[in-house]
């Protein structure tokens, strides 16, 4: 399974573009990169996902660069409520694989 | 229910107790997951079903755990004799038939041994 690596933490401002890289360069070409984030005392909830292509929905981007490795999620304005811990597990068939995630705090 | 359902969402065991945490997945979800989550750690893998057939236990720690899903609806997952290292979030998660589809997390049965 591929191991990814991301900011033990960041911080951001409201209002502001949050930009949260995954490094995943052990993925292997039928894995799919996941975002997700977890709220404290909350499971993770599901953010966005893509396999190649850069994806965009109702709550972020996700840019994938072209040679698979890394990712970025980004959160156009962030709000308070985007404070979580940030998880990019790659996910091989139904199992993903989480890490440590990244820590973000949206400041006022 | 619209989401994964668990429970209890707290509980206390002494060193020793059994214990049985609940999930209810999604209807309809045919896929149903138990991930472990220590405290500040990621959620680790635990065991997987395709209806009621356990296809994958490769991640539950020791012969003390034991999840079933007798009926391929509601799981449930066992801790025999307890240990202090047991004491985690235990989250539950399930996707719709379909290998692309999303894999959706409950709120998690939080365990504390002592």
Known sequence: ?108 | GAGVSQSPRYKVAKRGQDVALRCDPISGHVSLFWYQQALGQGPEFLTYFQNEAQLDKSGLPSDRFFAERPEGSVSTLKIQRTQQEDSAVYLCASKHRGSGNTIYFGEGSWLTVV
Not at chain 1, 75 to 87: G, Q
């Open chain 1, 1 to 108: 399974d591929a191991k990814t690596t991301q900011p033990t933490s960041m911080d951001c401002a409201e209002g502001r573009a949050a930009n949260l890289p995954c490094n995943h360069s052990t993925i292997s070409g039928n894995e799919y990169v996941y975002w997700y984030r977890q709220i404290h005392s909350q499971g993770p909830q599901y953010i966005i996902h893509g396999l190649k292509n850069n994806e965009t929905n109702e709550m972020a981007s996700l840019i994938i660069t072209e040679d698979r490795k890394s990712s970025t999620l980004i959160l156009p304005h962030a709000t308070l409520r985007d404070t979580a811990v940030y998880y990019c597990p790659p996910r091989a068939g139904n199992k993903l694989t989480f890490g440590g995630g990244t820590r973000v705090l949206v400041k006022p």
